[in-house]
């Protein structure tokens, strides 16, 4: 994940902060010494609150650092790696090397860290009712963590995908659909749900009441909703493009021209009688290059009956190309990459078909509505 610093390793899995979690942890900071500490210790020095504040914050750091090794730890127990634990501003993210193999998997994986914030809530609150008597204030600044893990447990057991609630129901639905692909979309969408409600909620709180409150529950919202989305987009990807080949949607029946066409003669004999946008440059049956609408469009007008396809075409070295071996989710990323909506398929420099962008996006949406892959 962008923006994270390495912290260095616990119990063999590697500990990463993100960035955002200085400035919570600088807020729980300054919560705890300018308003509880400032009240239980009046006579405390500024400094002394301060420091007192940053130890319970570490408190509240470890409280989460807690609830996901608890993750991870139960991840390997079933014998899927932790590359890493990566702590930020909502909580943490535990990265597990791949998706568990069961639904039962998936319940005890999920569901263990919120457990473990919720005990560590129920020993913070024993502390409090047994040292409030003692009126030195550690009994009110227990009561306070006690608060604050109850929050994360109840926080990260919300029914949204990933939250940990959400995995929870994912492995409930996978539990009934034996199919993880269906249980996921399903707790994704309810996911993105519940994340409109939050979003909901805070712009009501913006313009009702608390306009801080406000701005945090639609940013977790807006946070909870992408990576909602996210998760399943990635899931499908994996289980259903990986591995199919780039062939597949490739067109064979594509329009090839030869390099020395004037840009003329393309325009009135293949783009005016609707043949597409986009020609291969071909001499025999090697690729020099693709010519497209945008190409051409670079050609000024009068100058299309003197120039020669060759001229104006991308030319082979600058395209970004796919091979037969190659399959879907490669075809994505080298579209991504280079902002272009077709790649040529090819077989060493020989020209095999054309793969536009749409025809991928109908292949997805056509394996999206048969649904059921065997996959669980
Ligand atoms: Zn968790």
Known sequence: MAGTIRLGRLFGFEINVHWSWFFVFF????????????????????????????????????????HELSHSIVAKRYGIAVTSITLFVFGGVSNLEKEPESARQEFLIAIVGPLTSLAIAALFTAGYFLLREADDGVGAVSGNLALINLAIGVFNLMPGFPLDGGRVLRSVFWAQRRNLLDATRAASNLGQLVAY????????????????????????????????????EQLFMNIVLKGVPASTVARTD?????????????????????DGRCYAVVAGD?????????????????????????????????????SLRDDLPRVLAQMASGDINQVPLLEGSILRGLIHRGDVMRYIQMRQEIGTVATS
Request: zero cysteines; charged letters at 15%.
């Open 27 to 66: 807020l729980v900071t300054a919560t705890f010494a300018t308003s509880l500490l400032e009240g239980l210790y009046p006579e405390w020095t500024v400094s002394r609150r301060w420091i007192v504040g940053g130890a319970i914050a570490l408190i509240f750091f470890v409280s989460i650092l807690l």
């Open 197 to 232: 409600i939050i979003m909901g909620a805070g712009v009501l709180g913006f313009i009702f009441g608390d306009f801080i409150t406000g701005i945090w529950l639609f940013l977790i919202g807006n946070f909870l909703r992408s990576a909602s989305a996210a998760s399943y």
């Open 254 to 274: 594509f329009t090839a021209v030869s390099p020395d066409m004037s840009l003329a003669a393309l325009v009135e004999e293949h783009i005016l009688a609707g």
């Open 286 to 322: 090697q690729l020099l290059g693709l010519v497209t609408l945008t190409d051409l469009k670079k050609v000024p007008r009068e100058q299309w009956p003197s120039t020669t396809v060759f001229r104006a075409m991308t030319p082979f070295d600058k395209l970004r190309t796919v």
